[in-house]
């Protein structure tokens, strides 16, 4: 279902400038569609209600530049009508027998080994900010990150930004890393 699109500041900027031309109003309002995202797929019954709510938005940022001058209604229609679509795939993915776990991972796993090292190689505070970004489950998972955006002074989208782009710059070191080992 994800597609693993890079999001970056433009296309968020662009997405608030849609929402409300008022900076302050248009973060509230994402916010808002973001929460009602979450509750829209936990009620019906989805157990991976912000993975699924991340979807949505990461499908609704790219069609931004091309809808905004045309869709007349409120935005967050369309993010529910986007949801829904998603909500479909996702009933249909989740019929499927899911795939069985894989093995706990060893703790001579090289990757493991190579992500201690790049977390050790980041500087202290996007250490400490990837590693609280994707802790926690559930409601507890959304609370952290909203402390963590107040304590930054900075939105709930620009946290995400962040986050993604450390985990990134991660997925990218350990990749090289465990490369480099297998070489060598």
């Given amino acids: 279902m994800n597609r693993d699109r890079t999001i970056d500041e433009e296309d ?21 569609i973001y929460r009602n ?4 797929f936990t009620c019906r019954g989805c157990y991976e209600a912000e993975k699924c709510a991340d ?40 019929r ?10 060893e703790r001579d796993d090289p990757g493991l080994d190579c992500l201690d090292e790049c977390l050790a190689h980041l500087p202290a505070d996007s250490r400490e900010l990837v590693i609280e970004y994707y802790r926690d489950e559930g409601r507890a998972k959304i609370k952290n990150r909203e402390k963590w955006a107040r ?16 985990r990134a710059s991660l997925r990218r070191c350990v990749a090289e890393c465990v490369r480099q080992g297998a070489a060598g």
């Avoid at 849609?18 to 109003?25: I, S, Y």
């Avoid at 499927?96 to 991972?105: F, K, S």
């Fill in 55 to 94: 979807d949505t938005i990461d499908r609704v940022i790219p069609k931004v530049q091309k809808i905004r001058e045309t869709y007349v209604e409120d935005p967050a229609l369309y993010f529910y009508g986007v949801a829904k679509n998603i909500l479909h795939e996702w009933l249909r993915e989740s």
């Fill in 37 to 40: 995202l979450i509750k829209f």
């Fill in 151 to 166: 304590k930054l002074g900075i939105t709930m989208n620009a946290l995400r930004i962040r986050a993604c782009n450390i």
């Fill in 96 to 105: 499927r027998a899911p795939p069985e776990p894989p093995p706990p991972p």
């Fill in 12 to 32: 968020f900027n662009r997405l608030l400038e849609w929402l409300n031309p008022d900076r302050e109003a248009a973060c509230a309002k994402y916010a808002t």
